[in-house]
């Protein structure tokens, strides 16, 4: 009997210790599956490649695209090529690092062509996102042209139906003329009666 609570007391320690360690390992799960901080890193199956700079590395392929697209290149190459055949068929056998049928000169050109493509696409493809850029600046631009075009034309159609409402000087003096030459039809009809009356009065006045 008094071996019932020992057991009970070692089961519950048992318990308690499987519960912590539950809790001990739910809480990395917990914190790996959080949103608000960085996944951690996995292992990868292949080896890390070397870190480098893109944009040196595009610098330098734009150079060599364009070194390649140019005349000189084209003469260096040819003059490497006669040499190199030239050497190969005309010095004595022994001296010879290529003989016909010059398997060597094909592996160099087949490298020297597939190395060239791949730089000619990468700075064809850098050249490309220039262009892109600059086409959504000039695009922007013509937008932001075409807005003010658009104000100032409002502004100078509300100019000109203010102008219309503004009194000109041709507009004032044809007035003037309206007006004088109202006073000067209304000053003979109305200039009798004054003298009229007056003529009366004095009569009226001298009897």
């Not at 507009?171 to 039809?185: K, N």
């Amino acid at each position: 009997m008094p071996e019932r609570p020992e057991r009970e007391g070692g089961a519950g320690r048992e318990r308690m210790k499987a519960a912590s360690g539950t809790g001990a390992t739910a809480l990395p799960h917990s914190a790996r599956v959080r949103l608000d901080q960085p996944r951690a890193r996995r292992s990868r199956l292949l080896p890390e490649l070397p870190e480098y700079d893109p944009e040196a590395f595009g610098r330098l392929s734009e150079r060599v695209a364009r070194f390649l697209g140019t005349g000189r290149f084209i003469v260096w190459m040819t003059l490497v090529i006669v040499v190199w055949l030239a050497w190969n068929i005309l010095v004595p056998v022994e001296l010879r690092f290529d003989p016909y049928p010059f398997i060597f000169l094909t592996l160099v050109l087949s490298l020297q062509a597939s190395y060239a493509a791949p730089l000619i696409l990468l700075a064809q493809n850098r050249q490309d996102d220039r262009d892109r850029v600059t086409h959504e600046q000039e695009r922007k631009q013509n937008e932001r042209s075409i807005a003010d075009t658009e104000y100032l034309t409002r502004e100078i159609a509300a100019l000109r139906m203010g102008l219309g409402e503004v009194a000109t000087r041709d507009w004032i003096r044809s007035e003037l003329q309206d007006l004088v030459r109202e006073m000067a039809e209304r000053r003979p009809a109305d200039g009798p009666g004054p003298g009229g009356g007056g003529g009366q009065g004095s009569a009226e006045g001298d009897r």
